[in-house]
């Protein structure tokens, strides 16, 4: 880029699933975690870890 020259931005949707396609895993592994009182941080890795191995 040349002293001077603006960058061009490009904006993207809030919700674009084919740009994160992550995001199509997201309702499968938080549905484990709905309703669950969850004492730490540790466990919830732990559930979303065995959630993803079954997956």
Known sequence: MSPGSRP???F?????PELEP???LLPLS???LAN????SLD????LQAE???WL
């Open 30 to 32: 938080n549905k484990l």
């Open 8 to 10: 061009n931005l490009l």
């Open 36 to 39: 669950r009182g969850l004492t």
């Open 22 to 24: 992550a995001e199509r």
């Open 12 to 16: 993207l949707l809030s919700h674009s």
């Open 43 to 46: 466990e919830q890795e732990q």
């Open 51 to 53: 959630r993803c191995c």
